[in-house]
């Protein structure tokens, strides 16, 4: 349990450390879009196979939305976009998860899988009709 400790919290420090070398720019609506999707579909999925607290599978959704939303590539399309996007979204919904301590490191992968793939499904949908 120590070793999963150290290295979360490694993994923390370097994420932050990365995020603050990005350029500052406003959050664009598809990002904010798929950040929402990602926490509701997340939520959905962990209330659905009793995986944790609502609220921190929506914590754990909305990151794995905001992280396909970055990582997204418009130019892979396809099978291997939905796999990156299922991959990313596994990532970060299964880091988020252990941070909280929130349920199954399996589950939280597996509802981050699911939430990149809805992320990617509905990119091209403008859901909040161009805010």
């Not at 599978?57 to 099978?79: I, P, Y």
């Not at 929130?102 to 403008?126: E, K, M, P, R, W």
């Amino acid at each position: 349990m120590f070793i999963a400790r150290v290295v979360t919290s490694s993994l923390l420090a370097a994420g932050a450390l990365a995020a603050s070398f990005l350029p500052a720019r406003p959050a664009s609506a598809q990002f904010i879009q798929d950040t929402l999707i990602g926490a509701g579909g997340n939520a959905v999925y962990g209330e659905i196979f009793d995986n944790g607290n609502l609220l921190e599978n929506a914590l754990g959704g909305a990151a794995a939305g905001a992280a396909v939303s970055v990582t997204h590539d418009e130019n892979k399309t396809g099978l291997g976009g939905y796999l990156q996007d299922a991959a990313v979204g596994a990532a970060a919904s299964a880091v988020t998860g252990a941070v909280l301590n929130n349920g199954s490191l399996a589950q939280n992968a597996i509802g981050g899988a699911a939430t990149g793939v809805l992320v990617n499904v509905t990119t091209d949908y403008d859901v909040f009709g161009g805010l």
